[in-house]
């Protein structure tokens, strides 16, 4: 994808079936996570630092940081699916870079292949304090298409 496409606002109807999907997902609620932007096969997740989501050393915890980067490719490849569709996660690996600090951290999902049944999306978090961003975590996800069954 180019990067003008990158910076592209994904169409109200598709923002809106993200969000509504993202609000059903109880630990993106319970670990205070919010969506911050969503394009055509992009999705970016922001997640504050506070003491629930932070480990022994004062770092935002590895679980914490792995989920906010499952669900920020889940979306990504979601924008991209038709309606009455579903994704669900196939397989994601991470790499955790660093130690995650800053003031929140926020978690990027880029689609590098979309697909009829599987897609394929890029992982980043990075920590961010102010206007430094610093990439803690990168990784790589498949995803599956899923037909919604009516009723």
């Known amino acids: 994808m180019d990067h003008q496409s990158q910076q ?5 109807e598709v923002q809106e079936r993200i969000r509504t999907s993202f609000g059903l997902q109880g630990p ?3 670990l205070g996570a919010h969506i911050t932007h969503i394009a ?4 970016h997740i922001a997640l504050p630092n506070r003491p629930e989501v932070t480990q022994q050393h ?5 679980g914490a940081t792995s989920a906010i980067a499952d669900s920020a490719g889940g979306y990504a490849a979601f924008t991209l699916f038709p309606e009455n569709t579903s994704v669900l996660t196939v397989e994601y690996k991470i790499n955790l870079l660093a130690p995650a600090v800053g003031d929140h951290i926020e978690a990027v999902g880029k689609v590098l292949k979309p697909g009829r049944t599987l ?3 890029q992982l980043e978090v990075f920590g ?3 206007d430094r961003r610093t990439l803690v975590a990168a990784g790589q ?8 069954s009516e009723g």
Do not use: D, N
């Not at 592209?8 to 109200?12: Q, R, V």
């Open 128 to 130: 961010v304090e102010g």
């Open 8 to 12: 592209a606002e994904a169409s109200p």
């Open 28 to 30: 993106m609620g319970h």
């Open 119 to 121: 897609t394929v999306c």
């Open 58 to 62: 004062g770092y935002f915890h590895a």
């Open 141 to 148: 996800q498949t995803l599956m298409c899923v037909k919604r």
């Open 40 to 43: 055509p096969g992009r999705v």
